[in-house]
């Protein structure tokens, strides 16, 4: 018998292909570089916008006793800009960018199998991401719900 399919990571590459129709998509304000992970170091000044997407845990909810069960992933999404002058400004067309590429792909993250549904949260400032990076920094927290039977 086959392993089962990992889901989150399934539902990861999903996200990344949302987020693949910004890197030089004409429908998007941003040009970033992507990366996958989290930004863990210091980005040199200068080298533009930049998008992170690092998944951060699953949460499996065994209130029922037989299974099926739900769960729950969790992902982060960071836009960085380094620009000095217009970091900011910069970083916040990037978020932009990000809502308008995941919120139009629910349902081809759905159907990656996030069956239960997707929600991406609104953004904020990350001040221990922009100290660790030296930039402008603004971070999402997505979630995706399935339905995961562990007993088969």
């Avoid at 539902?11 to 987020?19: F, S």
């Avoid at 904020?124 to 603004?138: I, L």
Wanted: charged share 20%; aromatic share 6%; glycine share 8%.
């Amino acid at each position: 018998m086959a392993a089962p399919v990992v889901t989150a990571e399934v539902v990861l590459d999903a996200i990344k292909a949302r987020l693949d129709l910004i890197v030089g998509g004409a429908n998007y304000n941003t040009n970033p570089s992507k990366a996958i992970g989290a930004p863990r170091g210091p980005i040199a000044e200068g080298v533009g916008e930049q998008l992170y997407l690092e998944h951060v845990e699953c949460a499996t909810n065994y209130e029922a006793a037989a299974a099926p069960h739900a769960e729950r992933a969790t992902y982060h999404i960071w836009c960085v800009s380094t620009d000095t002058v217009d970091g900011q400004r910069r970083a916040l067309r990037l978020a932009r960018d990000v809502q308008k590429a995941v919120r139009s792909g629910f349902p081809a993250i759905e159907a990656a199998g996030a069956t239960h549904g997707v929600a991406l949260d609104g953004y904020a400032r990350d001040p221990q991401a922009e100290e660790r990076a030296g930039a402008t920094v603004y971070s999402f927290r997505l979630t995706a719900d399935w339905v995961v039977d562990l007993t088969a």
